[in-house]
C-alpha cells in the first residue's frame, strides 16, 4: 500500500520535547464511505472541535476488512463493502509513545444506514455521524480547530485521505 504521508510529533507541535524512542506500534484502519447520493460519512467529534473519517484500530488477529466493517457499524451505523486502497499514512505521536499506521479505503454502504453503536471514548467526545459531499468534507476537516492532543494528527492525516479519494474518483 502506498506511502502517503508521515507526521511527524514536532511538524503539529514544534516545541515538544518528546522524542519517541520507544513508541509501540498501532495498527489502524480508515475509510471514505460513500452513500447512495455519493456524500461522504464523517464523525463530528463535536466535544473536542474537529471531524475525522470513521476507523479506528485493527483488534488482536482481526482481519483488516473485518476492523474496518466492525469500525464503520459502531460509528456511522453501516455496514460497507470495502473497495479500494486509499493508502497509509504513519503518525509519530511521541508524546503517548505511539507510532500509528493507518490504512484506507474506499468504501460504499451496504443496505441502509443505521443507528451507531458507540462506545466509552466515542459517547463522551460526542461522535456524531454527519454525510456531506467531498468537497464539503475537506472543507470541514481542514477548517476544524481541535483542541486535544491527537486532533491536530487526524486532522493532517483525514485531509491527505479526503484529497486521495477525491483525485481517485475524477
Not at 17 to 32: C, S, T, Y
Not at 53 to 67: C, K, N, T
Request: net charge negative.
Amino acid at each position: 500500500m502506498e506511502l502517503l504521508r508521515v507526521i511527524k510529533e514536532q511538524e503539529v507541535y514544534p516545541e515538544s520535547k518528546f522524542l519517541g524512542e520507544n513508541n509501540k506500534i498501532r495498527k489502524a484502519v480508515r475509510a471514505v464511505i460513500f452513500d447512495n447520493e455519493n456524500k461522504v460519512a464523517l464523525i463530528n467529534v463535536s466535544k473536542h472541535n474537529y471531524y475525522k473519517l470513521p476507523g479506528g484500530g485493527i483488534e488482536g488477529d482481526e482481519s483488516v476488512e473485518s476492523a474496518l466493517r466492525r469500525e464503520c457499524l459502531e460509528e456511522v451505523g453501516c455496514d460497507v463493502f470495502v473497495g479500494e486502497e486509499l493508502g497509509r499514512i504513519i503518525e509519530y505521536r511521541n508524546q503517548w509513545e505511539t507510532e500509528q499506521e493507518s490504512s484506507c479505503y474506499l468504501a460504499k454502504i451496504k443496505g441502509e444506514k443505521g443507528e451507531p453503536k458507540l462506545v466509552g471514548y466515542e459517547i463522551d467526545s460526542e461522535f456524531k455521524p454527519v454525510w456531506v459531499d467531498i468537497n464539503e468534507a475537506i472543507k470541514l476537516v481542514e477548517d476544524a480547530k481541535p483542541d486535544t492532543y491527537d486532533g491536530p494528527f487526524i486532522k493532517i492525516r483525514d485531509s491527505v485521505f479526503l484529497k486521495k479519494a477525491k483525485e481517485m474518483l475524477k
